[in-house]
Structure formats: structure tokens, C-alpha cells
């Protein structure tokens, strides 16, 4: 709809800002909540998204390290997004790539916690007084809410994400998928639900969006795969003809122009394998 805002290149990564990012400061300011000054409460955004945004960059070098290469880091009002050029299927490695952006924001914690504690023990008296304690405090708070959230198991969170890895070890990437977006659907629904049932104050329109996109996001991810695996197997004459139906993929998947496909077609009569071009 708009373009992104691009913010400039980190480690030659690009970095933009997606409008409908620009709905978060619109609803801090409309609702006003919480003591601090609304120009703090501005600015704590803006640090917690600098910390997503070295969250991803985690992602992105982790992925560089194996050769994929990142095409940009886009910010939403849900979070921020590395968009990778593929996944790895090495469990090994995708375990690290995921696990790299979470431990980002326990570093931050942990370097903002030692200066705290160094910056109190040199100037108690100053430091206490200074505005910059809370600000500080709560930007710590902001990024070990970030670790447990993304450490959930819900795929395709971070900790979803290892959930996948970890099942690839001992199966095919495809039913490691399966199996982590499913259990992570259940989970998120799990979750959501307790959310609602015991603690009503924290279920915000917000929080159900993010389960929203938790579960539309993982199915979309299961749903490439299988269609990449399907395009595999008709690539493989040994796997036999195999049949496409686009309808086999949900809606929001369908390519809008599908390749043509080499089958390999096993004809009893001359008992040879016949090459055949099929446009979907
Ligand atoms: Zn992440």
C-alpha cells in the first residue's frame, strides 16, 4: 500500500520500517496508558524496537555465518521480521540461526544490568536520582519479555523454530514442520485461552493479533514446504508421476504464475521413462 521506510544498511542489511509500524506510536499516544510522560513512553518504543532490530541483525549474521544471505529487516507494530533468502535444512544450523536473536536481547540485559549496577556503585546518590534508572530498568524488563516470548515453542517463534530443529534430527524436515506448526497452533490457542480465562487485563486486541499471526504464519510456512517437497518429488523420476492440484494449498499461498514442471512419466508400453513439461 505505502512504501517502506528504509532507515539505512546495517552490516550491508538493509533496514526499513513497514507503515503499518506507525499504528503503535498512534495507539500509545491515543490511549495514554501507564504514569511515564508520553515523550518517554515514545522514546522506550523506540529503544525496544532498537533491540528488535539487533534481535534480527542476531538472525541475519547467524545466517551469513552458513551462507544465506538476509534481503532486508522490516519493522512492524508486531515485531520485527529478517527476511532470510531460504532456510536452512540443516537442523544444526537452523537451531543456531534461530537461537542467535534471543540470546541478542540477553546480552542487551545483561550489558544494561552491569552498567546499572556499575554506574549505581560509582554515583548512588546521582544515579538514583536520575530520571535514567526507570527508563533503563524497564528497557531490561522490555528485553527478557522479548527472550520469553520468542522462546516459546509455537512455530514460527524462535522457540518454535528450535522446536522444528531439534525434531529434524530424527526426522524429515517436512514432518519435523508438521509437527512443530500443529503443536504450536495448540499451544497458541492453549495460551491465548488461559490468557483470556485468568488474566482478562493482559487481553489486548493486540495480544490476539499476534496470535493470529502466529498460527497464519505457520501455516503458510508448512504450506511452501509441502509444495517445494511436491516439486522435488516431480523432479525425481524415481518418485513416479506425481499429480498436482493447486487446491492442495490454501488460498493465501497460490502463486499468481506457477512454472512449468518436468514429470517423469513411466511408460509400460516401450518400458522407458518419458519426459513431460506441465504447466500447473
Ligand atoms: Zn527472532
Excluded at 518504543?45 to 533491540?51: E, H, N, P
Excluded at 519493522?75 to 531460504?86: N, Q
Excluded at 493465501?252 to 519426459?275: L, S
Aim: aromatic share 12%.
Amino acid at each position: 500500500m505505502f512504501p517502506a521506510l528504509k532507515l539505512g544498511r546495517l552490516f550491508d542489511i538493509p533496514v526499513q520500517i513497514h507503515w503499518t509500524f506507525w499504528l503503535l506510536p498512534l495507539w500509545v499516544v491515543l490511549t495514554q496508558g501507564g504514569q511515564a510522560p508520553i515523550a518517554i513512553q515514545l522514546l522506550l518504543l523506540a529503544a525496544i524496537f532498537g533491540c528488535i532490530v539487533l534481535h534480527e541483525l542476531g538472525h541475519a549474521l547467524a545466517a551469513r555465518m552458513y551462507g544465506i544471505r538476509t534481503r532486508n529487516i522490516t519493522l512492524y507494530p508486531i515485531g520485527g521480521v529478517a527476511s532470510l533468502e531460504r532456510i536452512s535444512e540443516k537442523p544444526a544450523e537452523e537451531l543456531v540461526i534461530a537461537a542467535a536473536g534471543p540470546a541478542v536481547n540477553v546480552a542487551i540485559a545483561l550489558g544494561l544490568g552491569a552498567g546499572m549496577a556499575v554506574a549505581s556503585a560509582v554515583a548512588p546518590a546521582a544515579f538514583v536520582r536520575s530520571a535514567g534508572e526507570g527508563f533503563l530498568s524497564w528497557l531490561i524488563v522490555a528485553n527478557l519479555l522479548l527472550v520469553a516470548f520468542n522462546l516459546i515453542p509455537a512455530f514460527p517463534l524462535d522457540g518454535g523454530r528450535m522446536f522444528r530443529a531439534l525434531l529434524g534430527f530424527f526426522t524429515s524436515y517436512v514432518k519435523a514442520t508438521r509437527i512443530a506448526v500443529y503443536a504450536g497452533a495448540v499451544l497458541t490457542a492453549i495460551l491465548l485461552g488461559a490468557v483470556i480465562l485468568f488474566f482478562p487485563q493482559f487481553a489486548t486486541p493486540f495480544l490476539i493479533v499476534i496470535a493470529v499471526f502466529v498460527f497464519f504464519a505457520g501455516q503458510q510456512e508448512l504450506a511452501m514446504l509441502e509444495y517445494r517437497e511436491r516439486m522435488r518429488q516431480a523432479a525425481d523420476p524415481f518418485a513416479g508421476p506425481v499429480r498436482f492440484t493447486l487446491n492442495d494449498m490454501p488460498p493465501w499461498v497460490q502463486p499468481p504464475v506457477t512454472p512449468p514442471v518436468t514429470v517423469h512419466v513411466w511408460d509400460p508400453r516401450t518400458g522407458e521413462w518419458v519426459r513431460q513439461e506441465q504447466r500447473m
